[in-house]
């Protein structure tokens, strides 16, 4: 019993040591921080098993320590780091699946209902005129049942009922009553799409709703939230002075930086804030709290006010700010900053900016850990972070030399260079883009938007006392922002200015980022450099041999293994666009959906993936929902040539090829393809299996010439007359080694027909292949089952969208669920995306259901048609 007391005793010291000595305390918020972040990364993964093995590990050490054993000091004192690391890990779980929880009471369980919610009025846009109006559901009232809900909705007008359905004067705190049909937001259709339903979802947004005349009721006023009602009576305000005062775009501009909401910034200012690296002016951050909170201090003091009473009044004024802008990620982490430096002061302890930062980091991820994949809140936190770690070395190294004007400029330089660098990944993920002049665009940026956001502040509060003085502010506000406008807009101009970037894979941002840190390590640590450096001299001069030809093994790895045969079948709707990476690198766009999809899907999609070039454009036939989308290519990817099929009107796409040729200068090549001809890229060969007529036959009847050449100009030759374009759509076989995907564009009946005749009885010349794309989306006219056993594929894929065509039919879809395909349906799953690995042999088939089973929340929703769906089965 003494032992264990003892032990016990020891235990408790040696926690309390480490709390107190100073190099373990300096470790244990880091430490906790990312255990934290690993809970939920874990929690994510729903790998919780694994931290009850952790503390079953843990509790039988400990039980053998307090009965047998006797651990060293270092031991007890690791064993302390693992229980806080497992702390940490467990507190993060258990804040995601606190999220998961919320499914079995969500408004987004009444997805594709029509229900009367009863809730408060969070948000209203714009303050005059609303166009949406979030609100916080209380009750759900479906099917003559009421019963509690959580979540808040966004409603929006129905189409035609944009100026009639708010009928009285909605604010911030009303309790309403909303008849609306609920639907979830959109989930990512593409690879590299956000995923709108977990955006929405970290704001407490769950669903969506469309409202008509008389479907929103007033039902009184909501005084239990007097800071929301308190925000939403600051934004009006705002927007009513900025509206008798400015004019667009200072007026817009100038709201929408102070309170971080740029949704009414006309479209030319916001891309010259994004090509010049200052769009973090628009979202309100750290420096916002900091000018008002400042500014209130200031004004406490110059009032007489004491030193401690400025700090409290600076607290809540910015926290009504954080309020005021809608509670983001970035202010609430510079409010949360502020209150604990402010807290360590009244306490006359000096706070470590690193500890700062974490401690109002933890609050945030327990409340809402959704947070840790909110680009907001990571540029926010990196963007400090970097600020903490080279602002002290860069001030240190200027005590040491002369300052003077030009140093403090190469001091800024610095500042801001090792600020891009920490955001740009999430920047370039986010935008597509990378800003190259942003240090030097900010050196000006920063003042004048410092001086306009103060001048506007200060002239809002006075214009409640005093209008005129407070216009004669805001008029000054409004000309520093037509000086940063112009300024912007005259930096961003040159081509160099943003320049296009793929989106960057996870594995290549954590290694970035890992990069960093231990360069951030290695420079503030000279005894972990002088480490290092003398570890690598001593390989290099001890074994140059193995050095040598580790290096050069792992650049072999890296460059001499040949990358796949990649096809990703787009969903782009009611439509057709597939995108073909070959393993030499060349990109071949197979159809580009219609003009929505092609500014909406297609172009995004090539832009994430760094695909500025394309080899070649085939457009399979001349309808809208193939060929609506080339437009868009223009200034956004250069192409070397457009293909077509024999016979196909160039007027249909003449506009477009006219673009593309005066952007790129004299490409692309109109070239017409028909049945027999071939089109080699790489190791991959597509042959043209349709238009059946070949070339023979069009000669015979007059109809076309050789195929022309590199040098020729576009096609000559007549259309078809009174021909079927889908009937003559380009119908392509791609082979890659012992791969084979059949095509079928929108080729039904007559070409499967004409296919299985001319291979007669024994079969010769049938285009078996293991990747079918289902000719006219899935049509009745398509996939029979001759052909379906004729080709033998092992994957169906049918593009399609809503549509009221009934495509796919259900007939098609039977047969080839009988012949054994795995049928895929971009509008259920999403794209599909095909690799070939021709060297494993090996056919990687995925979709982007796997994403979708990831979001939390939604992963455990079960809707109740879902829940109606399975009573029936």
Known sequence: MGCSKMSAGAFLQALTRLFCVSEGAHAVLPVFAASLIAGILLGWLEAGGFLRFGWMVLAAILVARVQMLRLSRRKRIALIW????????SLGTLALARVDRMAATTVARYDGCNVLIHGTVKSVFPAQNPQELVVEADEVSWCGTNRRATGAVRIRPAQGYEETWVTWDVREGDLVWARVRLELAGRPMNPGEPDYRMILLQQGVHALGRAENDSIGFAGRN?????????????????????????????????????????????????????????????????????????????????????????????????????????????????????????????RRKADPLHVL????????????????????????????????VVPRTNQAMSRRPSGPFARLVQLLVVSGAVQMATWPVVANMTGQVCMISPFANL??????????????????????????????????????????????????PAFAAIGCRQLKSVEVIGYYGAVLIMCRLARDGFARFRAGRRVARIVRGRPGFATVLVIAILAALFAWPRPLEVVFLSVGQGDAAVLSTPQGHT???????????????LPYLKRSGKTAADAVILTHEHADHIG??????????????????????????????ELKRVSGGNPLLVPLSYGDRVWAGSVCLEVANPLLSKEDQVESGQSSDLPTASMGPASSPPFPSRDPNEFSLVLKVTCGELAMLLCADAGRRFEQEVLRRAGPSGEGLPGA??????????????????????????????VGRNSYGHPAEDTVERLARSGANLLRTDLVGAVRVVWHSRLRRMIVSDMRSQWTRAAMFRKLKTLGQIKADRQE
Request: glycine share 12%; hydrophobic share 55%; with cysteine.
């Open 444 to 493: 000006a940026a920063l003042p004048l938007a410092s001086c306009a956001i103060t001048a506007g502040v200060v002239g809002f509060a006075i214009d409640i006392l005093s209008p005129q003085v407070g216009c004669f502010i805001i008029t000054g506000a409004g000309a520093v922002l037509r000086i940063l406008i112009a300024f912007l807009k005259w930096v961003s101009s």
């Open 358 to 389: 974490i401690m109002s980091a933890v609050p945030q991820l327990l409340i809402n850990p959704l947070l840790l994949w909110n680009a907001g809140f990571q540029m926010s936190y990196l963007a400090v972070g970097a600020l903490i770690h």
């Open 223 to 347: 005084s239990s939230r007097p800071l929301l009602l308190l925000a939403g009576a600051a934004w009006r305000r705002m927007s009513e002075s900025a509206a008798r005062i400015l004019e667009p775009p200072e007026r817009d501009l100038l709201v929408g930086m102070i309170l971080g909401d740029s949704r009414n910034v006309d479209p030319q200012t916001l891309e010259a804030f994004r090509r010049s690296g200052a769009a973090h002016l628009l979202a309100a951050s750290g420096m916002h709290v900091g000018l008002v909170s400042g500014l209130c201090a200031a004004g406490v003091r110059m009032m007489g006010g004491s030193r401690r009473f400025a700090e409290v009044a600076a607290i809540v004024v910015g926290g009504m700010y954080a309020v005021t802008a809608g509670l983001r990620a970035s202010v609430v982490r510079a409010w949360l900053m502020l209150f604990v430096a402010v807290a360590a002061r009244a306490r």
């Open 82 to 89: 693992a229980a806080l690391a497992m702390a940490g890990m």
């Open 588 to 602: 071949i766009l197979i159809d580009v959906g219609t003009e929505r999809a092609g500014e909406r899907y297609v």
């Open 770 to 799: 293991q990747v079918l794309k289902v000719g006219h989306h899935g049509s009745s006219g398509s996939a029979s089952a001759q052909f379906l056993e004729a080709v033998g594929p092992e994957v169906a894929v049918v593009s």
């Open 629 to 658: 989308g080339l437009g868009s290519l223009v200034g956004g990817v250069r192409v070397g040539a457009v293909i077509v099929p024999e016979g196909m009107d160039p007027a249909r796409i003449g506009p477009a090829l006219f």
